[in-house]
């Protein structure tokens, strides 16, 4: 079988170079072009990934037309999601877009038909929904070792979208101070702010664990920092029928989790009608605790196959075998989870409890 040809375009979003090393890491996938406005912004992708200079664009229609991916890597600012999905749709090529889904569910939904119209897949990158410990956790809930999930308690973040680039390569204070009044994540226009950057990791998993119900109302509360237009912490409480589930984001954490977790952890706590399951980011095991063992137990996360380890083999393999995509990477979970997300938006403006959108 032919490989699968991948291009890569616009790199607003740092997540491009973790998402080309999984092309270039997968047995029947390649780079076929690379393609941003900016072209130093590639400099790095195009060293790592030994991407030759004919296959590197700053004109996406060029790149689109001269190179006819079967795929597209979409990473820009949250708010033109909408704007690059459009524009890419009509190629007739499948379509990755990095997290989060976009900006507004108005958005999400407009993506969701300009991808519809052409027949191709539309794949909503969570980078958490490959972690083993998330993945476990939700065999485990399928096995029904804690019953009916209750409650959902996420907290997530990092130091901040400024300290770290590809491959989690550490900045310096001085290169955040540099970066930040120019940053994208850091203009209200571009969908910037902490909110949008994690919430819908914590809607959109806690929306797959607790298999696609939804809350019936949103209150959420944003810090609101000096000289800043975004927010750096966001607090989220969702009253389901079962009860009342929490998410909070915080660029600002003590440490990076993958480096060591921060104090409190970045993760899932879910209360369920039989137990309850810490599912902490990277974590080698989860506890689980139960009325056989009250006192918790840990245990070891699975081994996942190719396809369920990052969302090019995911893409792939539905692809090749013919079958949808499912789970938190899905357009119909991740919009329950941009539904969420467009409501604590609402309610932080207005500083009021909202009743979920449709």
Request: proline content about 6%.
């Amino acid at each position: 079988m032919a490989p699968w040809k991948i291009a890569g375009i616009n790199f607003d979003h740092l997540h491009m170079g973790d998402n080309l090393r999984a092309v270039a890491e997968h047995p029947n996938a390649e780079i076929v072009g690379l393609c941003d406005e900016r072209p130093e912004r590639m400099r790095e992708a195009i060293a790592n990934f030994r991407v030759p200079a004919e296959c590197v664009y700053t004109d996406y229609v060029r790149c689109l037309r001269e190179t006819t991916p079967d795929i597209v890597l979409l990473c820009p600012a949250t708010a033109q999601h909408g704007e690059w999905t459009r524009k890419v749709a009509p190629f007739g090529t499948h379509l990755i877009v990095e997290k989060p889904f976009a900006a507004s569910l108005a958005e999400a939904d407009a993506m969701f038909e300009a991808m519809t119209a052409t027949g191709k897949q539309l794949l909503i990158n969570w980078p958490l929904a490959w972690v083993p410990s998330h993945r476990t956790t939700k065999r485990l809930l399928a096995e029904g070792t804690i019953g009916q999930v209750l409650e959902v308690h996420y907290y997530d973040g990092n130091r901040g979208p400024l300290w770290h680039t590809a491959d989690k390569k550490v900045c310096t204070a001085q290169d955040v101070q540099r970066e930040k009044p120019d940053s994208w994540f850091y203009k209200q226009s571009r969908g910037g702010g902490s909110l949008l950057d994690y919430l819908g990791y914590g809607t959109t998993l806690g929306t797959w664990f607790l298999e696609g119900r939804k809350p019936l109302e949103v209150t959420c509360t944003v810090d609101l920092p000096a000289g800043l237009e975004v927010d750096e912490h966001s607090l989220t409480v969702a009253r389901y029928e079962t009860g009342l589930s929490k998410f909070e984001t915080r660029w600002g954490t003590f440490t990076d989790p993958w480096t060591a977790q921060p104090q409190p952890r970045c993760g899932f706590i879910l209360v369920g009608s039989g137990g309850t399951i810490a599912s902490w980011d990277y974590a080698s095991t989860v506890c689980l605790q139960t009325g056989q063992h009250p006192a918790g137990r840990e245990i070891p996360v699975d081994k996942f196959s190719l396809a369920e380890q990052n969302p090019i083999a995911h893409l792939i393999d539905c692809l090749e075998r013919e079958v949808p995509i499912v789970g938190p990477v899905s357009t119909q979970i991740s919009r329950i989870g941009q539904q969420i997300v467009d409501s604590a938006v609402l309610s932080a403006r207005e500083k009021r409890t909202v009743s979920l959108g449709r």
